[in-house]
């Protein structure tokens, strides 16, 4: 056996492989080691049709694995960073809100959410205070029906920032940055939520009563 030979049944060996890969970028790389094999041994056998096969495929290989490792430095670079949405304004639309006006109430349709710019501004069911800077109104994005849970009234007035849920739904396809950003924005919510529940449920359990006296007075 010639040493191109053995190069060709090495090259036909790691396409076998590729084949039974379930990860996209082990498959690309044998599958690049596979036609840089098949290239050589095609060169010195004379198989032009597979020469052309190859040129095509190991380009196409090479850009994809490329792409794939961008898109894995992006993505890690996404998990890494922090809540900004300076980046997001540039989408937002800006508007003015005067104290005593509801943004949004219970049960409404949602269609965008909020950043909040200057004013005072509460979600009315969990009686909480919004800062200056922060997002609200993500979270009838993630509902089934698309649904507000809270009501958010302006206490004083100011500016906010609003960008519509169809802009959203292009920007998270779009950008796996913002997709991240996203997520990450409705864990938080989630959470924090779950915290101020099981504060208010610890706060409730320590204000009953002792039932156990009133338990053996009743049985004596």
């Known amino acids: 056996m ?5 190069i060709g049944w090495f ?5 076998v492989t590729g ?9 690309r790389c044998i599958g690049i080691g596979a036609n840089i094999c098949s290239l050589i041994f095609s ?4 198989n032009y049709p597979s020469i ?3 040129l095509i495929l190991l380009p196409l290989n090479s850009i994809r694995l490329y792409q794939m490792l961008g898109l894995i430095k992006r993505v890690k670079q996404a998990s890494k ?39 005072r501004y509460r979600l009315k069911e969990i009686d909480i205070e919004l800062l200056q800077g922060q997002v609200v109104g993500e979270m009838g994005f993630m509902s089934p029906h698309n ?23 292009q920007l998270y396809f779009q950008n796996p940055e913002f997709g991240f950003y996203f ?27 002792d039932v156990g006296p009133v338990q053996k007075a009743a049985s004596a």
Do not use: H
């Not at 206490?155 to 169809?166: A, K, N, R």
């Open 19 to 27: 084949s039974a890969m379930k990860t996209i970028i082990p498959l």
């Open 183 to 209: 997520l990450r924005l409705a864990s938080e919510r989630l959470f924090s939520n779950m915290e101020k529940m099981e504060e208010e449920i610890a706060r409730l359990r320590a204000e009953l009563p």
């Open 147 to 169: 649904t507000r849970s809270q009501t958010l009234e302006c206490l004083e007035g100011g500016e906010v920032l609003s960008i519509s849920y169809d802009e959203v739904r």
């Open 2 to 6: 010639t040493w191109f030979e053995a």
């Open 81 to 119: 960073s922090d809540l900004s949405m300076e980046w997001l304004k540039p989408f937002m639309t800006r508007r003015k809100t005067a104290a005593g006006e509801v943004l949004f109430a219970k049960g409404d349709t949602a269609n965008c959410m909020y950043f909040t710019i200057s004013g």
């Open 11 to 15: 090259g036909a060996v790691l396409a």
């Open 43 to 46: 060169s010195f056998t004379g």
């Open 52 to 54: 052309v096969v190859n």
